[in-house]
């Protein structure tokens, strides 16, 4: 049984981080210690400098969580976490560009910056998370308190820290600068993947060990041109390799690195794209189509495009995903029966045309 307790929130988080029992005691394992509340604490408790208040509200949420912990450990120490006592004033950082990483009270790693409005710094900020894709989540502006604050990441660390570097913040965790020298060591010794045409088979060189488990698994058995057009779903460039390839288009596809290619109906038939995509083994296929499709025109464009399809044995239910909802078609003179999920057509349209929109709407 303990007797001297602690006197402030400072101690008492000392003695959280540097006994082993708090955090995997057999016998008075109350609750499941938080993954990152250990590393956390370590790094409050080795601070050589006053907290922040921010890190001393941290440090008081990490101690309200482990107070069972220490009441069976004989030091009751609620009174000391209702009315908080520190072992110094709380730091006040006082510099107009600062960068702070911390950990919020979800044990969550953010990394937040505070800075005057700067044209230039801003405009930084917005490429990293427009370029680099971070989702809305991953980031957060407050126009009152100028500050953007970001979930760190290998991505965010190593932008922000260099963002900050070059227009002279503030750092006030420097363990900071020791994940971006990390991150910048992995970077230095990544090696982007590349692909080489052996003995008729697309070998990967420098693969991580899970692309080069699900190479093996999913691809390693496909014909070698399906391979290369899978080439660039993992940012792997095709250039020097030709693999030779049935159909024109089946080889242009699959030789290009890009994602987004546009086919000219005025250069390839219907017939030759849907070869092209057999040849790729591109099926089952997803069809998105932008807007509604019910002019005569469009009908019969899409209505050629499936019987093209079913002539080289594709089912259009079961191999192709269509990517939009038809309207039930109904003629003007039925207008009693239109409501939101019907479309209306002129009466003078041919029978023709009703009934192949209106197949296209049972799809």
């Known amino acids: 049984m303990h007797t001297d307790l602690p006197k402030t929130i400072n101690e008492a988080l000392k003695i959280l981080a540097y006994n082993d029992y708090f955090w995997s005691d057999p016998q ?16 409050l408790a080795e601070s050589q400098y006053a907290w922040t208040e921010k890190q001393a509200r941290l440090a008081l949420v990490i101690l309200k969580r482990y107070l069972t912990k220490f009441q069976a450990h004989g030091m009751d120490i609620k009174k000391l976490l209702d009315d908080p006592v520190y072992d110094n004033p709380f730091r006040v950082i006082n510099f107009e560009k600062v960068i702070e990483k911390y950990t919020d009270e979800d044990g969550v790693s953010k990394i937040e910056l505070r800075f005057p409005y700067h044209k230039k710094i801003i405009s930084l900020i917005r490429i990293l998370k427009d ?17 953007w604050t970001f979930l760190q990441t290998d991505v965010t660390t190593y932008y922000l820290t260099l963002i900050a570097v070059r227009y002279d913040f503030q750092f006030v965790d420097e363990t900071l600068l020791d994940d971006y020298d990390q991150i910048k060591k992995e970077i230095i010794g990544h090696r982007q993947p590349t692909a080489r045409l052996i003995a008729g088979e697309i070998v990967l060189d420098n693969a991580t060990n899970s692309l080069q488990e699900y190479w093996n698994k999913n691809l390693r058995d496909k014909k ?16 020097g390799i030709h693999v030779p390839a049935e ?81 039930e078609p109904i003629y003007k003179k039925d207008i009693d029966q239109f409501n939101e999920r019907t479309y209306l057509i002129d009466s003078h349209k041919p029978k023709e045309f009703f009934e192949n929109l209106y197949e296209l709407h049972q799809m």
Do not use: R
């Not at 370029?131 to 500050?147: C, I």
């Not at 019910?294 to 019969?300: D, F, H, L």
């Open 131 to 147: 370029q680099k894709n971070l989702p809305a989540g991953y980031y957060q502006y407050d126009g009152e308190s100028k500050k």
């Open 224 to 239: 070698p041109l399906v391979q290369v057009d899978a080439l660039k779903n993992f940012a792997i460039k095709t250039n």
């Open 247 to 327: 159909t024109t288009l089946g080889y242009k596809i699959a030789h290009n690195n890009n994602h987004m290619l546009w086919i000219d109906k005025n250069t390839y038939t219907k017939n030759e794209v849907v070869k092209a995509l057999i040849e790729l083994d591109a099926f089952p296929l997803l069809v998105p189509v932008n807007g509604d499709v019910n002019t005569e025109e469009e009908v019969k464009e899409f209505w050629e495009w499936l019987k093209v399809l079913e002539a080289h044995g594709i089912d259009i239910l079961k191999q192709c995903s269509w990517g939009f909802d038809l309207k």
């Open 28 to 43: 008075k394992n109350h609750i499941k210690p938080h993954p990152k509340d250990k590393t956390t604490v370590t790094s």
